[in-house]
């Protein structure tokens, strides 16, 4: 089995905690951070762009507060 190719956030830097990503197997996306990179996330690219589009939207600002 070939290693992965992890490829890092071109936001990270020189920040110790960097977003990596990689393609898996059956057209996935993994994702992990780099503080933890023993912690893999797997998704499709049909998710993750609906994440994206919906974080860029606000929609998990106020994660956690109570509902109004």
Known sequence: ???????QSSY???S???LN???GE??????????????ILSTT??????FIRAAK??????IGEPRR
């Open 21 to 23: 990503v990689a393609k």
């Open 26 to 39: 059956h057209n996935t996306i993994l994702l992990r951070e780099s503080e933890h990179p023993e912690v």
């Open 12 to 14: 990270c830097q020189e």
């Open 16 to 18: 110790a905690s960097c």
């Open 45 to 50: 690219r049909t998710r993750l762009r609906t």
């Open 1 to 7: 089995m070939n290693p992965m190719s992890w490829r």
């Open 57 to 62: 939207a606000g929609q998990f600002d106020h």
